[in-house]
């Protein structure tokens, strides 16, 4: 399905793992950054005459990173963020914006770093450098349909007229201009909104990450969601870092490498995917009732879904 690193040495003692499990709630957005900021000052210089290491976000990716009710930012990367500001001796401050633009500001200096579920893929380390992955995952459909969720490869949603969403600038998109040319393809600005395509019967099918589906059925109750029940393709997810600046990426790839070990990404993988808990602090879209047949007929649409999956 996922899996997170895998932890190898001896595991971090046990208050200061509740320390920083606790630190996966993370703060609310900052003012805007200034736009004063040099992006060739090295990384490290900038993070400590400021005290502030900058984290981009998008804030819509549970459980990766999603805002409360309240406004704070919280998941598994605002924990990890937090984690790297305290071994840094500064601290992280998330700044929240649509996954688009996540590389744009890392390559401005607007942020230091981008934490939020970005694949590491050839064409953005063209732009960017990465760490090695702290968590992998693949490709899935969320939908209301049962015979697309049987779909095992990507031969089998190829099909013509099938309507799909997906998040704008993510892999996702990326995956199904190339893999499912005869799809109809709708982006958006976050995920939320491709959900909410698929919840008002304007999309088929939302193609993403395999954790976000999952967490879209559990936020969703009774809206006769389901997903996949295993990835299509193979992605791992890293931590993205400026170009032309070693020691930095010196810095964070040895504290992903010491993360291995200390047990705290299976810590954060059972506190986010087992306990459903936190699922109650954040909103989601509401979910639509499925369309009566009169609806469904009006459309071109039956109950009985027009997909066809070979077996």
């Not at 996922?2 to 793992?17: E, I, M, Q, Y």
């Given at each position: 399905m996922?899996?997170?690193?895998?932890?190898?040495?001896?595991?971090?003692?046990?208050?200061?793992?509740i320390?920083l499990?606790?630190?996966?709630?993370?703060?609310?957005?900052?003012p805007?950054?200034s736009?004063?900021?040099?992006?060739?000052?090295?990384?490290?210089n900038r993070?400590h005459?400021?005290?502030?290491l900058?984290?981009?976000?998008?804030?819509?990716?549970?459980?990766?990173?999603?805002?409360?009710?309240?406004?704070?930012?919280?998941?598994?990367?605002?924990?990890?963020?937090?984690?790297?500001?305290?071994g840094?001796?500064?601290?992280?401050?998330?700044?929240?914006?649509?996954?688009?633009e996540?590389l744009?500001?890392?390559?401005?200096?607007?942020?230091?770093?981008?934490?939020?579920?970005?694949?590491?893929?050839?064409?953005?380390?063209?732009?960017?450098?990465?760490t090695?992955?702290?968590?992998?995952?693949?490709?899935?459909?969320?939908?209301?349909?049962?015979?697309?969720?049987?779909?095992?490869?990507?031969?089998?949603?190829?099909?013509?007229?099938?309507r799909?969403?997906a998040l704008a600038?993510s892999?996702?998109?990326?995956f199904?201009?190339t893999?499912?040319?005869?799809a109809?393809?709708s982006?958006?600005?976050?995920?939320?909104q491709?959900v909410?395509?698929?919840?008002?019967?304007?999309?088929?099918?939302?193609?993403?990450?395999l954790?976000?589906?999952?967490?879209?059925?559990?936020?969703?109750?009774?809206?006769?969601?389901?997903?996949?029940?295993?990835?299509?393709?193979?992605?791992p997810?890293?931590?993205?870092?400026?170009?032309?600046?070693?020691?930095?990426?010196?810095?964070?790839?040895?504290?992903?490498?010491?993360l291995?070990?200390?047990g705290?990404?299976a810590?954060?993988?059972?506190?986010?995917?087992?306990?459903?808990?936190?699922?109650?602090?954040?909103?989601?879209?509401?979910?639509?009732?499925?369309?009566?047949?009169?609806?469904?007929?009006?459309?071109?649409?039956s109950?009985?879904?027009?997909?066809?999956?070979?077996?």
């Open positions: 996922f899996r997170s690193r895998v932890s190898r040495l001896a595991p971090l003692a046990p208050l200061a793992l320390a499990l606790v630190s996966s709630f993370g703060c609310s957005t900052p805007p950054v736009n004063n900021i040099n992006p060739a000052t090295p990384v490290l993070i005459q400021s005290g502030i900058r984290v981009g976000m998008s804030g819509d990716q549970p459980p990766f990173n999603a805002k409360t009710r309240s406004g704070v930012i919280v998941g598994i990367e605002p924990a990890l963020a937090n984690a790297l500001a305290e840094l001796g500064v601290r992280a401050e998330f700044v929240q914006m649509p996954f688009g996540l744009g500001a890392l390559e401005t200096g607007r942020v230091d770093i981008v934490l939020s579920q970005m694949t590491i893929t050839t064409e953005r380390n063209r732009r960017v450098a990465f090695s992955p702290y968590f992998v995952t693949g490709k899935a459909i969320l939908t209301r349909s049962e015979v697309l969720a049987r779909a095992q490869t990507s031969e089998d949603l190829d099909i013509t007229g099938l799909l969403s600038g892999t996702s998109e990326d199904v201009r893999q499912l040319p005869s109809r393809l982006t958006t600005l976050d995920s939320e491709a909410r395509l698929v919840l008002n019967g304007k999309a088929d099918a939302m193609v993403a990450d954790p976000i589906c999952i967490i879209s059925v559990l936020r969703n109750p009774g809206a006769g969601l389901v997903a996949v029940s295993s990835p299509l393709t193979f992605d997810i890293g931590a993205a870092l400026p170009a032309h600046d070693p020691l930095f990426l010196n810095v964070v790839e040895n504290f992903m490498l010491r291995e070990g200390s705290l990404m810590a954060l993988t059972q506190r986010w995917f087992n306990d459903p808990g936190w699922l109650d602090e954040i909103p989601g879209p509401a979910p639509t009732p499925a369309p009566t047949p009169a609806e469904e007929a009006a459309s071109g649409r109950s009985d879904s027009p997909w066809r999956i070979t077996e």
